[in-house]
């Protein structure tokens, strides 16, 4: 029995890298995760010049006039316009393949950003943030590859289109509660989380949007979904630049590469049904691969060396990467 399975996952893999999509939204999404990279690195050096010439934390959220600095900071724009390349080769790539595919690729941003953020600050990764790496990058890599054997993509019909939107600004509202609430006592991982759940649903509206503009299905529900796509985009962008405040940008990245793919995944398994086909293993392998990178975010925020070094406590003791900025070069 476990012969015959084992050929049949086969079997599919291949026939799904037979598909000419892929082999052209691969290499999109590969390059979008570089880009993803870079642009990172800069916009948290810029966050971290504004934040230390505003004279004003920004780790609670970053001010109007923080942001407005941000615009007159090159690192910020050159970082920016990597992002942007970074969300066209990710769309380009949506448009072509699969999302459940597409999406996780992203996690190699982690490992170039590791070794950026390492050039440039100097904390060189300790086992413990390998680790915790190889546990984001291992366990979206394992949870995305279950998907995309068992996971079917196909038309989202207008109920369950409605539904995605309205579970999206659920859960929005209920983040930006929390923020309003409790943000003097956010730290990063909060950031994280909330960007890389908002992205999720960005990625699934943009892909529906790219699906409907192709098939010339351009109406009110299309556009409500464009409207909300850039809504969430802008408010994940704040989560983001508030994040680069007070985390460096690999533990950014982790968040938002084993965040933004599970939650999309998710949305496609547990809202849309796509998943229905998925064998009794399969679900528990969605579950120890989701726990697995997970346990990699929040272990990388614990144990991150300039985490460690910034804070001068105990690893369970988060501190800011505001001091690190002295180190960058001007930009």
Known sequence: MWAGSVEEVGEQLVGAFQ????????PLALAGAVFMSFGAQYQHRGVMKVERLS???????????????????????????????????????LSVAPLIV???????????????????????????????????????????????????????????LVTVL?????????????????????????????????????????????????????????????????????????????AYSAGPPDLVIAGLTVIDPMVAVLIGLLVLGEGAAAPLWA??????????ATWGVISLARFHPQIVSDSQELPLLRGRASDAVDRDPPG
């Open 55 to 93: 004279g004003r934390p920004g780790a609670s959220g970053l001010t109007m006039q923080q942001l407005r600095r941000l615009l007159t900071r090159p690192s910020w724009v050159v970082g920016s316009l990597m992002l942007g390349m970074a969300i066209i080769c990710q769309l380009g790539a």
């Open 166 to 242: 309205v579970i999206l600004g659920a859960v929005t509202l209920m983040l930006l509660v929390l923020w309003l609430w409790l943000r003097r006592r956010m730290r990063a991982l909060f950031y994280i989380l909330a960007a890389g759940v908002v992205y999720g649903f960005v990625a699934t509206l943009a892909k529906v949007v790219i699906k409907r503009v192709q098939a010339g299905d351009f109406e009110w529900l299309t556009l409500l979904c464009l409207i909300a796509l850039l809504a969430a985009t802008a408010i994940g962008a704040y989560f983001v630049q508030t």
């Open 102 to 160: 597409v999406q996780p690729l992203g996690a190699i941003a982690l490992v170039v950003t590791t070794l950026l953020n390492w050039r440039v600050s100097g904390h060189a990764p300790t086992r413990r943030s390998l680790t915790a790496i190889i546990a984001c990058v291992g366990g979206i890599f394992v949870f995305v590859l279950i998907a995309a054997i068992f996971a079917t993509e196909r038309t989202l019909s207008q109920s369950e």
């Open 283 to 292: 679900l528990i392998g969605f579950g120890v691969a989701g726990a697995g």
């Open 19 to 26: 598909n000419p999509g892929l082999l052209l939204g691969i």
